[in-house]
C-alpha cells in the first residue's frame, strides 16, 4: 500500500491547516450564587436539583467548546455557624479547582471574619474581590478581577455592614462602581458588575452607569426565563441554592444567549467536587454537630414499635409508607449525622427524649408516630388516662416545607397518610 504514507501524510496538512484556520474558542459566562449553603442537591424534590458537584460538571463540559469565566455572586452560607463555615471551605476548594474568575465577598459571609476569608483566598488563588470597603491590611483582596476581556467588579449595595464585620471603612456604591467603570475604560475592558444587591438596586445602577452591560444580582427567586434589560445592560441572578446556573455567550463585546441551566440529573456528579463534599460530611460528622442540636424539654416518646404493640393495624401500614425510610434516606446519601437533615427526617431531633442516634434511639430512627402524634409514652402506659390529641394538617408543614416538599398538596398527601 504505497498511497497510505502519502494519503495520512496529506490529512496531516489539512489538519494542521485546519486547526490554524479555527476560530478561537469562543467564551461562555456562567454565573452562580446565592448558594446558602445547599451543598447537595435536596433528595427532597422530584427530581433532584441543584447541587455543586453538578455544577462543576456542567463547567467542565462548556470548558471542551470554550472558554469558561466562572462568576460567583457570593452567598456561599446560609447562617453564621461552624458548620457553615466548613461548607465555605468545600465551595471555595471548588471553586479554586474550576479556576473561578471572581468570588463577590457578601455581607453575610463577610460576618465569618479574616481568618475565613483568608482561607477563601488561599484555596482559590486569591479570587475574592470587594471595592466596597477600604483595603485591609490582611486578606489581601483586590476590587476587581481580569478574565477573559472582561473587568469584573464585586461591589456591595449597603456596604456598611460588610465594613463593619472586617474593621474597615465602607465605599458607597457609586463610588465603588464608578471606579470600576473608569478602571475598565482605562483598560479597554468591559465592566462586569457582581452585586451583593437586590434587582432594584441593579436596575438604578444600570441607570446611572449605561457603561455597563452586565449586572449580576441577588434575589432567593428563581432566575427568569428572559433575561431583564434596562436600557443595554442585561441584568441577571443565578437563582436560589445552586438549582440553577445562568449561562451567556461572550463575543469580546456583547453578551447574547442568555440561558438559564436548571441542574437536574442529567448532571452527573463530578468526581473531584463529590469528594470535596465527602470530605465536608465526615467533617461535620467527626465535628458532632447533631449531637449538640438545641434541644427543648417535652414530654417521653415511646418509639414507633411500642405504639405498634397495640395499633397493630397502624403500625402494619405505616412501616410501608415512605416515613418509614426518613433516617435511611439519609444514610444512603451519607447526611445520616448532618443537622440541616435529620430534623425532618426523624422523631423529636430537637426535643430532650427525642432522637439520638439509630443506635441509641432506634424506634425513633424514622418519621415516625410520634411525629405526627406527638410524645407518647405516658399514653402507652394507660391509654385510657392519657388520650393522644387529634393531628391537624399544621403538623405536616414544618417538614413538608416549600423548599423540601414542592409537590406537597394537602389533599393527595394527606389521603395517603391514612392508617384506618
Ligand atoms: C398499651 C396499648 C397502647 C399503646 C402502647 C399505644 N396505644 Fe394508642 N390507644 C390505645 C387504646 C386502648 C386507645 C383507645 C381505643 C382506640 O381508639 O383503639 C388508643 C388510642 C389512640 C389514638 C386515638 C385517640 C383518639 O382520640 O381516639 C391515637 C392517635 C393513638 N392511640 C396513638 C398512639 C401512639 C402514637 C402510640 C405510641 C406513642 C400509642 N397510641 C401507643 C392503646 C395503646
Ligand atoms: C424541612 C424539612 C426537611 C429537611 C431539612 C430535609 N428534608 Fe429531605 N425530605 C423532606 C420531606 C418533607 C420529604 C418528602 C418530600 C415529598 O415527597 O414531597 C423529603 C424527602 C427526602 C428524600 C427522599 C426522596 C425520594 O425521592 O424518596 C431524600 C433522599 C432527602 N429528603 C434527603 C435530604 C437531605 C440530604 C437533606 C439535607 C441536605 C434533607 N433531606 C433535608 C423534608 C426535609
Ligand atoms: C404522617 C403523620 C402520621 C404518622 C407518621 C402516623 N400517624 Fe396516626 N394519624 C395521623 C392522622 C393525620 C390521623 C387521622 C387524624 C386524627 O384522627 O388524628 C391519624 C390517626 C391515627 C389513629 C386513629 C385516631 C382516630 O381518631 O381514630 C391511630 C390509633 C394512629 N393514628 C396511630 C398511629 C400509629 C401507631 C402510628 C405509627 C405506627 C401513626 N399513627 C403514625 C397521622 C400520622
Ligand atoms: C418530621 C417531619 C415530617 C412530618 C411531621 C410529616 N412528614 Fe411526610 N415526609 C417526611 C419525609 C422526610 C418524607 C420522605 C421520607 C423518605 O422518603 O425518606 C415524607 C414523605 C411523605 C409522603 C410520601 C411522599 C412520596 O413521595 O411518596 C407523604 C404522602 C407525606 N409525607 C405526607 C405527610 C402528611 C400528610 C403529614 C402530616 C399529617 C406529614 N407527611 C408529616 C417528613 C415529615
Redesign the pocket.
Known sequence: MRWLPIALGLSGVLCAAYSGFQSPKRTTIVITGDIAGYLSPCGCTTPMTGGIARQATLVHRLERSSDVVLLANGALSGALNAQEELKIMALSEMFGALRAAAINLSHDDARFGIGTLQTIQNLTDQKLICGSIEPLTAPAMRTSAQQGGLLIGGVASHPDGLARSLGSHPVAMEEAVHRLVNDATEGSLVPVLLLDGSESDASAIAVQFPALKLVIYRSYSDSPQKPIKVGRTLLVTPGPYGKSVVTLSFDGENFAEYQVVRLGPEYADDPQVGRFIGEYLRKVDKAGFIDRVARRPSAAFAG?RT??L??EK??A???H?K?AVGLKSLEDQGHARDPDCVSCHVVGLDFVGGFRSRAKTPDLAA???????GPGAHHSQNPQTHV??????R??LPCHAPDRSPKFDSLTY?TQ????
Not at 388 to 393: C, Q, R, S, Y
Open positions: 414507633s405504639c405498634g397495640c395499633h397502624d403500625f401500614i405505616w412501616k409508607s416515613h418519621v415516625g408516630c410520634e411525629s405526627c402524634h393522644m390529641p387529634k393531628v391537624g394538617m403538623k405536616c394527606w397518610i391514612l392508617h384506618r
